[in-house]
């Protein structure tokens, strides 16, 4: 069964930096993947996904992502990070049962 | 603003009340599927609906309930409530049957008492 397991519930970094938010995937064929993001008090809102055209994957708000298969990674980056991007982070995954099965979240703080 | 809009934004009933969630999705997506957040459990996904049929289903107590109408919006039916219940509901839509990209809505707060 697919699955994702997002390491570390919770990341700060200070403006500017790079942000990186590790997600490792669990599936028997290619994968369908997916990061979506949660703003507080809103639902989820897309930022990128992997449907094996390429591996780096761009994303809105300069989200990138890059899908390793040898890792069975989908790491999200960002070279700088704004205040703004403060926010819990999903990882996701497309099951077999054509349901999405997410992880647990990473929240992400900004620091100016 | 995604499109997908659920009513009501805040609910606050009690154990073994039943109440109805209501989502209508975004124009010309087909899809609906449901999902429950909670602090205990993470994002859980509930069931899918595709142009009026159940095409998929996940963690769905037995109850709970949903349908999506001819118009395409759909409901949640969640019976003989739980403190347990309470949680955030999201709604989300989709054009197709595949989940792939899907477009939340702004959620529903239930809280049992």
């Known amino acids: 069964a697919q699955s994702v397991t997002q390491l570390g519930s919770h990341v700060s970094v200070s403006e500017g930096a790079l942000v990186l938010l590790r997600c490792n995937y669990s599936?028997?064929?290619?994968?369908?993947l997916f990061w979506y993001v949660q703003y507080p008090n809103q639902g989820l809102q897309l930022l990128l996904k992997?449907?094996?055209?390429?591996?780096l994957v761009k994303g809105i708000n300069g989200f990138e992502a890059e899908f390793k298969k040898s890792e069975t990674s989908f790491h999200l980056t960002k070279p700088s990070a704004h205040m703004s991007d403060a926010a819990e982070y999903f990882c996701?995954?497309?099951?077999?049962?054509?349901?999405?099965?997410f992880g647990a979240g990473t929240r992400l703080t900004v620091k100016p | 603003d995604s499109g997908v809009t659920q009513t009501p934004k805040h609910l606050i009933t009690a154990t073994g009340q039943r109440v109805t969630l209501r989502c209508s999705p975004r124009?010309?997506?087909?899809?609906v599927y449901w999902y429950q957040q909670s602090l205990d459990q993470g994002l859980q996904f509930l069931i899918q609906?595709?142009?009026?049929?159940?095409?998929a289903k996940g963690n769905i107590l037995e109850r709970f309930s949903a349908q999506q109408f001819p118009d395409l919006h759909s409901e949640l039916n969640l019976s003989s409530l739980e403190l347990g219940d309470s949680a955030l509901y999201f709604c989300?839509?989709?054009?197709?049957?595949?989940?792939?990209?899907?477009?939340f809505g702004p959620g529903t707060r239930l809280t049992v008492l």
């Open positions: 989300a839509s989709s054009v197709s049957g595949r989940a792939d990209e899907q477009f």
């Open positions: 599936s028997s064929v290619p994968p369908y």
């Open positions: 992997y449907t094996s055209a390429a591996t």
């Open positions: 996701a995954v497309r099951s077999n049962n054509n349901d999405m099965r």
């Open positions: 124009s010309g997506d087909l899809s």
């Open positions: 609906y595709y142009n009026g049929e159940e095409r």
